[in-house]
């Protein structure tokens, strides 16, 4: 079910939105809160930090308290349409965990994202061969990981890249995600094939940062990271830093512009598209084994 909007972006700005009205009015949280006769004020402080899915009617009653006018009024309708969607797209998610769902929330509606990686191909381009063997060596460090559950949710989430108006998709990767290492040769070809059949879209870009690449001043990212731009612009660039355990969104402008850099270096040392394809290629066959030489004829010695 293909979003124009991210939810979780959504709710981010309408909270931010809100609570700029309310600053305007000079009012506080328990006043509002007051006037609604809303019991808490960790309602309003919770839909001004984007952290809950906002009732439209609370939005409207808030609007009406800051008098905003008919214009204004109608853009943050929208805005909080968005923000409120996610009941029956979220049913439609299944049972996809936390740490699937944040990424999922985010690439609904993305225009364009930048995905580095420094150790394994990420989840939009991963075959579900490959997916499982990923997420079968990450649940030995959490026996709650529902494998397969968790192959589904990547696998939906590559829908993504299908749908009538992608998003423009870059993959910066190491030249070690790409190493075989102890996957299974077949799943490690058919990985590398998928890959460089998904660069032949015109909307997927794949680069590899070589091993002796040297990014301005040295600077190697150490962790994976996902730099998100929406249609919208008003609507704020996210970057998402993956960590073993959970994954940090970051969304203030110091935050994103610092690696909206990184990706400019990355870029910078990253080979061309074309080098970058042939690389795959050329791992993604099997080598070729000499065939062994024919024992020259001898001749037989006359035995007369």
Same mark, same amino acid.
């Given at each position: 079910?293909?979003?124009?909007?991210?939810?979780?972006?959504?709710?981010?700005?309408?909270?931010?939105?809100?609570?700029?009205?309310?600053?305007?009015?000079?009012?506080?949280?328990?006043?509002?809160?007051?006037?609604?006769?809303?019991?808490?004020?960790?309602?309003?402080?919770?839909?001004?930090?984007?952290?809950?899915?906002?009732?439209?009617?609370?939005?409207?009653?808030?609007?009406?308290?800051?008098?905003?006018?008919?214009?204004?009024?109608?853009?943050?309708?929208?805005?909080?349409?968005?923000?409120?969607?996610?009941?029956?797209?979220?049913?439609?998610?299944?049972?996809?965990?936390?740490?699937?769902?944040?990424?999922?929330?985010?690439?609904?509606?993305?225009?364009?994202? !930048?995905?580095?990686?420094?150790?394994?191909?990420?989840?939009?381009?991963?075959?579900?061969?490959?997916?499982?063997?990923?997420?079968?060596?990450?649940?030995?460090?959490?026996?709650? !990981?529902? !494998?397969?559950?968790?192959?589904?949710?990547?696998?939906?989430?590559?829908?993504?890249?299908?749908?009538?108006?992608?998003?423009?998709?870059?993959?910066?990767?190491?030249?070690?995600?790409?190493?075989?290492?102890?996957?299974?040769?077949?799943?490690?070809?058919?990985?590398?094939?998928?890959?460089?059949?998904?660069?032949?879209?015109?909307?997927?870009?794949?680069?590899?940062?070589?091993?002796?690449?040297?990014?301005?001043?040295?600077?190697?990212?150490?962790?994976?990271?996902?730099?998100?731009?929406?249609?919208?612009?008003?609507?704020?660039?996210?970057?998402?830093?993956?960590?073993?355990?959970?994954?940090?969104?970051?969304?203030?402008?110091?935050?994103?512009?610092?690696?909206?850099?990184?990706?400019?270096?990355?870029?910078?040392?990253?080979?061309?598209?074309?080098?970058?394809?042939?690389?795959?290629?050329?791992?993604?066959?099997?080598?070729?084994?000499?065939?062994?030489?024919?024992?020259?004829? !001898?001749?037989?010695?006359?035995?007369?």
């Amino acid at each position: 079910m293909p979003l124009s909007a991210s939810p979780v972006i959504r709710r981010v700005r309408l909270g931010a939105e809100l609570r700029r009205l309310r600053h305007r009015e000079s009012l506080t949280l328990e006043q509002v809160c007051g006037r609604l006769g809303w019991a808490s004020t960790s309602k309003l402080s919770r839909i001004e930090l984007g952290q809950s899915r906002p009732d439209l009617a609370d939005v409207l009653d808030l609007l009406d308290v800051y008098s905003v006018p008919p214009g204004q009024r109608e853009v943050l309708i929208v805005i909080a349409r968005d923000a409120a969607t996610g009941r029956g797209w979220s049913k439609a998610l299944g049972e996809m965990g936390e740490r699937q769902r944040a990424y999922a929330e985010l690439e609904a509606g993305v225009a364009r994202l !930048v995905e580095y990686q420094p150790a394994v191909v990420p989840g939009l381009l991963q075959t579900p061969a490959y997916a499982r063997l990923r997420v079968t060596a990450g649940a030995q460090l959490d026996d709650e !990981v529902d !494998v397969e559950a968790d192959v589904r949710a990547r696998l939906a989430r590559q829908e993504v890249l299908c749908r009538p108006d992608p998003p423009h998709y870059t993959a910066l990767l190491d030249e070690r995600a790409c190493d075989r290492g102890g996957t299974p040769v077949e799943v490690w070809r058919e990985q590398l094939r998928y890959l460089l059949a998904l660069a032949d879209r015109p909307h997927v870009t794949i680069r590899l940062v070589a091993r002796d690449a040297a990014p301005r001043g040295g600077i190697h990212p150490l962790t994976g990271f996902s730099h998100y731009a929406f249609s919208d612009p008003a609507d704020p660039r996210t970057v998402l830093v993956e960590t073993l355990t959970t994954d940090l969104r970051l969304m203030t402008e110091a935050d994103v512009a610092r690696y909206e850099r990184l990706v400019d270096w990355l870029l910078a040392v990253a080979l061309p598209v074309e080098e970058t394809a042939a690389l795959l290629a050329r791992w993604a066959e099997p080598p070729v084994v000499p065939r062994p030489r024919a024992a020259p004829d !001898v001749p037989v010695p006359d035995g007369r």
